[in-house]
């Protein structure tokens, strides 16, 4: 791939940076008709966008991205079919089997329900917090708009 020339005071752009954690999760796509389709799940996570999950699903035919909120994720962990995390397109909560969590989404082109199994959701979900801890997010943030706006002031 050619590059043109860098820019004087460059700002990383968020499509090109490398992702500081990755797990890809073998999911069910769970249909109306109780029939099951292999879905591929790779989550990716960034220090510097730490409110953020990307979540690229890819099935047999079809992929889609969704950025679901790394607090969500968590909370659904420990939530219930009956109270899950979330309120909009996206909802988390554990199977009555401890083993899975369930993910519904819910979009323009219609919804989904995705069955994981937890375990690699939770190595995912430890090792975000890891390198930044729930609840310290903004912290961080304030350094990268900092920047930003360092950026966007000498450009």
């Known amino acids: 791939m050619m590059r043109g020339p860098e820019p004087q005071n460059p700002v990383e752009d968020?499509?090109?940076?490398s992702y500081d954690?990755?797990?890809v999760v073998a999911m069910q796509l769970i249909g109306?008709?109780?029939?099951?389709?292999?879905?591929?799940a790779e989550l990716s996570?960034?220090?510097?966008?730490?409110?953020t999950v990307?979540?690229?699903f890819t099935g047999p035919h079809t992929m889609s991205t969704w950025l679901v909120g790394r607090e969500l994720l968590s909370l659904g962990m420990h939530a219930s079919a009956d109270a899950p995390a979330g309120t909009?397109?996206?909802?988390?909560?554990?199977?009555?089997?401890?083993d899975y969590v369930l993910v519904s989404l819910s979009g323009v082109?219609?919804?989904?329900?995705?069955?994981?199994?937890?375990?690699?959701l939770v190595r995912f979900l430890a090792a975000t917090e890891a390198l930044v801890p729930l609840g310290t997010e903004s912290a961080r943030m304030e350094n990268e708009i900092t920047a930003l706006i360092a950026a966007l002031l000498t450009a």
């Open 14 to 17: 968020p499509m090109t940076q």
């Open 21 to 23: 954690v990755v797990e």
């Open 32 to 40: 109306s008709d109780a029939s099951v389709i292999p879905v591929s």
């Open 45 to 51: 996570f960034r220090a510097t966008d730490p409110y």
């Open 54 to 56: 990307r979540a690229v």
């Open 88 to 98: 909009g397109d996206v909802q988390v909560w554990r199977d009555e089997d401890p």
């Open 109 to 120: 082109e219609g919804s989904a329900l995705l069955a994981a199994p937890a375990e690699p």
